[in-house]
């Protein structure tokens, strides 16, 4: 059975598919959407993404995209392991500025779904590191936006202590305080 667990912010999910493992290997459904949407991973996604990230402690994040090219994201290792971070950047949110992460890896399956209206990003924590996700809104350059990945306000803990490496443009994003954010919190 494929298990469901709310984490720190209840919106962003945990998922950890079963595996049916023999001699060959194992067989697992990674994704099955009545099963999801019955357990709060409510989305209709249209596109798979891939990353490779060749060394530890790549930082990748943390992104979104405004609306109406919002995106819902369901996130999960292909190889290696990363520690997955979703924050609420809902105004009016009772979480604004909290986060809720995970270390996924492609040993244990596990998937993280991050909703709209909270930004994304994870620290890759072994080298060759291959990540999958899915998205509900195609990638849209003009609406893409974040916050900087070290926020001493939002104080991630990515579990990684060595050199980060980064893009250019992720060098430059905002700190939360400085972000003009485009989501609202629609109450529930």
Not at 109 to 126: N, R
Not at 156 to 184: H, M, Y
């Amino acid at each position: 059975m494929t298990a469901f667990q709310a984490l720190d912010l209840p919106e962003v999910i945990l998922v950890t598919p079963r595996r049916f493992g023999d001699a060959r290997g194992y067989f697992c459904e990674t994704y099955v959407q009545p099963l999801y949407a019955a357990n709060g991973v409510c989305a209709v996604f249209v596109q798979d993404n891939e990353s490779l990230s060749a060394l530890p402690g790549t930082v990748r994040g943390l992104h979104m995209q405004a609306p109406p090219f919002a995106q819902a994201k369901l996130v999960r290792v292909l190889s290696g392991a990363v520690f997955d971070v979703a924050v609420d950047v809902r105004k009016g949110s009772p979480t604004y500025g909290r986060w809720a992460g995970a270390r996924l890896t492609a040993e244990g399956g596990e998937q993280l779904f991050v909703p709209q209206g909270f930004a994304h990003g994870f620290c890759t924590l072994v080298p060759d590191t291959r990540v999958a996700y899915k998205v509900d809104a195609l990638y849209d350059r003009a609406s893409e936006c974040g916050i900087i990945w070290n926020d001493p306000d939002l104080a991630i803990q990515w579990g990684f202590d060595g050199e980060t490496i980064l893009s250019d443009k992720d060098r430059i994003l905002p700190r939360l305080k400085d972000f003009q954010s485009p989501f609202s919190y629609a109450g529930g």
